[in-house]
């Protein structure tokens, strides 16, 4: 009883700390959305939009993983031995890699056609979905790393990083004025890997194998 109840009150601080700052969150990882529609036309507006939507199904499909998941490894970093959460964090890494594996692959085959029957035709959809959703894909290669990072207590540097790889996407966009969406596209992606590359790299830190790595933990067994 007494160990709920200290799981109870340390997923509760993680909840009261993710909710702090979800505002700040929410608008930079979609600070594309207010970009594009200042700067491409409506022709290439439309067909932008269109395959962001269809990538946000990648991060939907993370989220009853991540909620479930937390609470657990929250717990299990702040105890006195850290085998136990360097287990379950490569567990957790192998089920985004599988979830948004499965997921980026079902967008990729099935927007392209939502596209064509909704009539809006552009050439550069197809290459714009890509790598939108090669930007939602980050887990595939480096894990849950935002999800991680608020369990080992490094959330405020998480979000730092997250916003200073925004200003980063910024950046480039002025010193480029891109004329499509495939350019803001490619920039959105490399500031979302970078951000997750850097955080996968500050985790191993904590013991934690990072993205596909999880597959060679001990406690990983596919055969």
């Known amino acids: 009883m007494d160990q709920l109840f200290r799981l109870s009150v340390r997923s509760g601080?993680?909840?009261?700390?993710k909710s702090s700052g979800?505002?700040?969150r929410l608008a930079i990882r979609y600070l594309d959305v207010p970009v594009v529609l200042w700067l491409l036309d409506a022709a290439f507006l439309s067909s932008y939009l269109f395959a962001r939507l269809a990538s946000l199904c990648i991060p939907l499909s993370l989220g009853p993983l991540a909620r479930?998941?937390?609470?657990q490894l929250v717990w299990l970093a702040r105890a006195e031995h850290q085998d136990p959460f360097r287990a379950a964090a490569a567990r957790v890494n192998l089920g985004y890699m599988m979830v948004c594996g499965a997921v980026a692959l079902i967008v990729i085959s099935f927007a392209p056609y939502v596209m064509r029957r909704a009539g809006i035709l552009d050439p550069a959809f197809e290459n714009t979905l890509i790598w939108l959703v090669l930007g939602q894909s980050a887990p595939v290669l480096f894990?849950?790393?935002?999800l991680l990072m608020y369990a080992v207590e490094r959330g405020a540097f998480c979000d730092l990083l997250?916003?200073?790889?925004g200003i980063m996407f910024l950046a480039g966009l002025l010193a480029l004025h891109p004329q499509d969406g495939l350019l803001v596209a490619q920039m959105f992606a490399a500031a979302q890997l970078a951000h997750a590359a850097i955080c996968a790299v500050l985790l191993t830190q904590s013991g934690v194998w990072p993205g596909l790595t999880a597959l060679f933990h001990t406690e990983i067994k596919l055969f």
């Open 13 to 17: 601080a993680w909840l009261r700390y």
């Open 162 to 165: 997250l916003g200073i790889t």
């Open 143 to 146: 894990g849950a790393t935002g």
């Open 22 to 24: 979800a505002g700040f």
């Open 68 to 71: 479930k998941a937390a609470p």
